[in-house]
């Protein structure tokens, strides 16, 4: 585990980044480390090819840029990840992230938080080494559990599901190769917000949990899921 240095409040500004399946709760634990935790943590700027809403500052809100531009920075490789939503293209880049820990108008320095997916997490791995994050995966209980709070939530139908939880077995493989700094097994919140939070302060022995045994029903869902 790596840190930053910095003259604000905060001591580590080291980015925290929180990867693991739909559904398996992690704006759940992001929501309880905002309430835990106010003003310490922020999320990047994105950038976006949609037309600024009434009240939207640039910068603030979002990055807005053409299409022309975004395509220029996917080509050099600027974003952790991007992907289009209703024809207009949104994109998270490093330098966003790295603003995060720059002082604001109030000189007040914060700790990037990014929620992405594994593909992300590789990305960054791979291209974006520098910003040397804390990597957390939460993990679900079981492939069951999983579903059962995909189908809980209903905000899916039956096929989504079927495909959410199919990438939710490759991402579980990737994590069980030791990719993470961190593993939370998401079961109790709460005890899964302990360790994620003495991860994220640094006081955590150790990797956190285990993973969940890979069971029958994971494996037969990852030969369905698009390689990663
Ligand atoms: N430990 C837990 N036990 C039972 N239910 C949980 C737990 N944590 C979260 N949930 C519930 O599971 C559902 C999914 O949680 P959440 O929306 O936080 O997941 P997510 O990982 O952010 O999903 P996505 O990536 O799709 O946005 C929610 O209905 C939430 O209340």
Do not use: W
């Not at 603003?99 to 914060?110: A, I, T």
């Not at 030791?178 to 939070?197: E, T």
């Amino acid at each position: 585990m790596s840190s930053s240095s910095s003259s604000g409040s905060n001591s580590n500004l080291q980015p925290v980044v929180l990867c693991g399946p739909s559904g398996v709760g992690k704006s759940t634990l992001i929501k309880k480390l905002f309430a835990d935790m106010p003003n310490q943590f922020g999320f990047s700027v994105s950038h976006t090819t949609r037309q600024p809403r009434p009240g939207e500052k640039p910068g603030v809100s979002y990055h807005f840029v053409t299409r022309e531009e975004f395509q220029r920075l996917v080509a050099e490789g600027a974003f952790l990840e991007h992907a289009t939503f209703g024809g207009n293209m949104y994109g998270t880049s490093a330098k966003a992230v790295e603003d995060v820990s720059k002082p604001g108008p109030d000189g007040r320095r914060q700790r990037a938080l990014l929620d992405i997916d594994t593909q992300g997490v590789k990305l960054i791995k791979a291209n974006h080494a520098h910003l040397q994050p804390l990597f957390v995966f939460i993990a679900p209980p079981s492939i069951s559990a999983l579903r059962s709070r995909l189908t809980a939530r209903g905000t899916d139908d039956d096929e989504a599901i079927g495909r959410r939880l199919a990438m939710a077995a490759s991402e579980m493989a990737y994590a069980r190769a030791g990719h993470h700094d961190v593993i939370v097994k998401n079961d109790d919140v709460d005890r899964a917000y302990g360790i994620l939070k003495a991860a994220i302060q640094g006081t955590l022995q150790g990797k956190g949990d285990d993973m969940p045994e890979e069971e029958e029903e994971e494996k037969a869902l990852r030969s369905k899921a698009p390689s990663s």
